[in-house]
């Protein structure tokens, strides 16, 4: 067989790159041929997914301390992570955070510094944020207003397809908001509403995606940006479709397999690809939820291994796993 390796990183425990791989291994110890397509959803791990950094811009980090983020440019096409600038990483986690005072300022700057560099095509995967300002920081970085993005294309890849209001609520406490705080910053968004649509014209809360990354999706789509699902993005600049095209079987993977790894995720981005070009799938996942086994063919590395194992050892036990499989 010919089988593509598409999966996504394992959060904390190994790259999109190392999982890929680890699945190459398997497939070629079984006897069979392997592309390797490494996937990401817009969240951590684009910019990885999409050829790696080639640049480096001193930018305001998220809690306003100057941060060196990496990006890419290549030919007119430069590719930003959020999480390089204003990511929860760089504030010291959920713990040390501030979730009222976290800023996409630096976004702005970097995207100011791609255009300057020459982009006409920017895109801008946004998981991983420390932020819930509804991409204030990042607008007023850019001059505050939309002239600044005239002639660039700038295409923001989300993961979640959340709406700008909503963006506190759903993911503030995991940033280390306080409920008090995610009635605040929900306020915040709600006030914001109002400003871009009198700034810009653009009412960002019927966005869908618009409240990807606190909010900072809908704060760029306020001034030119378009929204997407990551996924699509990644796997039209990657080429999955047409490895997929000759292939036999994929195989995908993400640490943990539940109902949002169908709703704009690796995995379920995979298994549609899959079943258009009639091709098999098999996943392989640090943990599986009940809920959704049987919507994909998949190992779970914990039940296989053991959960200490399986994160200490993640691609070791998928390549033991699956070369199990496929002999």
């Given at each position: ?127 991983g944020s420390a932020t819930t300002d509804g991409g204030l920081g990042a607008v007023e970085a850019l001059g505050g207003s939309a002239d600044q993005l005239q002639g660039v294309n700038v295409i923001v890849a989300c ?150 194992t399986a994160l200490s050892e993640t691609t070791a036990c998928i390549t033991n796993a699956l070369t199990t499989r496929l002999n």
């Amino acid at each position: 067989m010919h089988i593509v390796a598409a999966p996504d990183k394992f959060k904390g425990t190994a790259s999109a790159q190392e999982v890929s791989a680890a699945i190459a291994s398997a497939v070629e110890a079984a006897g069979h041929t392997c592309t390797q397509v490494p996937m990401a959803d817009g969240g951590e791990g684009t910019l990885a997914a999409l050829g790696g950094a080639n640049r480096s811009t001193l930018v305001t980090g998220p809690l306003g301390e100057p941060v060196t983020a990496e990006w890419r440019y290549d030919r007119g096409t430069a590719i930003l992570e959020m999480a390089q600038s204003s990511g929860l990483v760089l504030a010291g986690g959920n713990e040390q955070n501030n979730p009222l005072a976290a800023t996409t300022a630096g976004v702005g700057e970097l995207i100011r510094e791609a255009i300057d560099e020459g982009a006409t095509r920017i895109i801008i995967g946004v998981g991983g944020s420390a932020t819930t300002d509804g991409g204030l920081g990042a607008v007023e970085a850019l001059g505050g207003s939309a002239d600044q993005l005239q002639g660039v294309n700038v295409i923001v890849a989300c993961d979640v397809r959340t709406r700008f209001v909503d963006a506190a609520t759903v993911f503030a406490p995991q940033k280390g908001a306080s409920p008090a705080q995610v009635s605040m910053l929900t306020r915040r968004l709600t006030m914001l509403v109002d400003d871009y649509r009198t700034r810009f014209g653009v009412d960002v809360s019927q966005l869908e995606r618009s409240g990807a990354a606190g909010g900072l999706a809908g704060g760029l789509a306020a001034v030119g940006a378009t929204l997407v699902d990551g996924f699509d993005i990644v796997a039209e600049i990657a080429g999955l479709q047409k490895a997929l095209a000759n292939a036999d079987m994929v195989i995908t993977g993400e640490g943990l397999l539940d109902d949002e790894s169908f709703n704009g995720k690796v995995i379920g981005g995979v298994a549609s690809l899959a079943a258009d070009h009639d091709v098999a799938i098999l996943a392989v996942a640090g943990q599986i939820v009940d809920d959704v086994r049987g919507r994909v063919d998949a190992i779970s590395l914990t039940e296989e291994f053991g959960l200490e194992t399986a994160l200490s050892e993640t691609t070791a036990c998928i390549t033991n796993a699956l070369t199990t499989r496929l002999n």
